[in-house]
């Protein structure tokens, strides 16, 4: 069973930065995807940051620039470095995992950030909160 469990999620003033993680467990790595997507109160769930299996990695526009993802495959811990945050980052934040045979299906059409909400699995969440 897979098993995702998210931290690091603080408030913090904008400009601040923060590092959230995703302890992932309970599946053969290489067969899943990992990556994170966020929801505000009374909004859809967005998608963050992705990263392929080739370690390239895809963003939100709205996060460009800031947002750092990264795995740690040993450890199978995933990274998300938060820079430069702003108030609209506030959200819950979610690690989330799927199947790659199902990632890659819905990645060619609809592409990484809109496929990112649908993962099948996902953690608990972790709040981050930005002031101005």
């Known amino acids: 069973q897979v098993r995702l469990v998210e931290s690091g999620g603080h408030s913090v003033l904008a400009g601040g930065s923060l590092r959230l993680s995703c302890e992932a467990s309970?599946?053969?790595?290489?067969?899943?995807?990992l990556g994170w997507f966020r929801q505000a109160p009374g909004k859809e769930r967005e998608g963050v940051a992705a990263?392929?299996?080739?370690?390239?990695?895809y963003y939100a526009d709205s996060v460009k620039g800031r947002f750092t993802i990264s795995q740690d495959y040993v450890m199978n811990i995933l990274y998300l470095q938060m820079n430069n945050l702003k108030p609209e980052d506030t959200a819950m934040y979610y690690c989330?995992?799927?199947?790659?045979?199902?990632?890659?299906?819905?990645?060619?059409?609809?592409?990484?950030?809109?496929?990112?909400?649908?993962?099948?699995?996902w953690g608990q969440g972790t709040q981050v909160t930005v002031s101005s």
């Open positions: 309970g599946y053969t790595y290489s067969t899943y995807c």
């Open positions: 990263i392929d299996s080739d370690g390239s990695t």
């Open positions: 989330a995992a799927d199947l790659w045979a199902i990632v890659r299906a819905r990645v060619d059409l609809m592409g990484w950030v809109r496929t990112l909400p649908t993962f099948g699995y």
